[in-house]
């Protein structure tokens, strides 16, 4: 489905699950993905909640807008397309980029969302995040997504993962391609990632309950950060997944499902 934004652009959103459902849990996605990173959850959570599924602007079906969007001009996006879905209790959750962009709905458009799950996010960058960033773009630059692909994988999967892949390897690779982003789509997504600061203070204002979840081998959103945004978020609890990278919709679907699963039924029960 498409949602048309004030500005004329459009927003790729799908539905699944229960229509009569109490609870909507809303999905943002990681940087290079879109709505199908999702799948492994939908079948699990279809029965209990209404599932909404977003491609932010240059994501996956949605549309490429002229000039980049910041975090803040995504969450307003995204605060768009839900006042005209009109949502039950709504639950928003986003993993890497898409958690930064949930970080920013949760302080700006706090009538929106009554609980929050952030999964392997930043709410600030240090010098080891920014170097991972640059070898992206350097790589996208040189021999596009393949090979940005090629220089990424080692950062957003844990080494668990490489010892014991789910997909191997060179499937997920040649999947990956094969759905491959527009070079200039990445490039526009990753500058609002250069421009964005230290956000804990804002997370301080957050007045709903939020799961923190990160992978105990996280080399690019690493636990530190995961703590970091614990201590700030005033209702915050914190998961800290061992064996697991980055992609934990992709590494460990069961235990995620689970968590979003127990996080949301103890919000419904807290209203």
């Known amino acids: 489905m498409k949602h048309t934004l004030p500005d004329g652009l459009q927003l790729y959103y799908e539905l699944h699950g229960n229509a009569d459902a109490a609870q909507a849990l809303v999905f943002l996605n990681g940087l290079s993905q879109s709505t199908a990173a999702w799948a492994g959850l939908v079948p699990a959570l279809s029965k209990d909640y209404k599932l909404v599924l977003v491609d932010l602007l240059f994501q996956g079906q949605s549309d490429a807008a002229p000039a980049h969007r910041t975090f803040e001009g995504h969450a307003a996006d995204l605060a768009d397309l839900l006042h005209a879905l009109r949502l039950p209790e709504t639950v928003l959750v986003g993993i890497s980029y898409g958690g930064a962009v949930a970080q920013r709905f949760l302080v700006n458009f706090p009538d929106l969302a009554q609980a929050g799950a952030l999964l392997s996010t930043f709410p600030y960058k240090d010098a080891f995040f920014d ?57 526009k997504l990753t500058q609002a990632t250069k421009e964005s600061g230290n956000y804990l203070e804002e997370l301080r204002n957050v007045q709903v309950p939020v799961l923190v979840v990160h992978g105990e081998e996280d080399s690019l959103c690493t636990v530190e950060m995961g703590r970091a945004m614990h201590r700030a978020l005033p209702y915050a609890s914190l998961e800290i997944l061992p064996n697991v990278g980055h992609t934990l919709n992709l590494e460990c679907v069961p235990r995620l499902t689970q968590l979003l699963d127990e996080f949301a039924a103890k919000v419904r029960q807290e209203v």
């Open 131 to 187: 170097a991972i960033g640059y070898s992206w773009e350097a790589a996208l630059q040189a021999g596009g997504y393949p090979l940005m692909l090629d220089v990424m994988l080692p950062a957003v999967l844990g080494r668990s993962y490489f010892l014991n892949p789910i997909i191997s390897i060179e499937n997920l690779k040649n999947s990956k391609s094969s759905q491959s982003p527009a070079p200039e789509n990445i490039l």
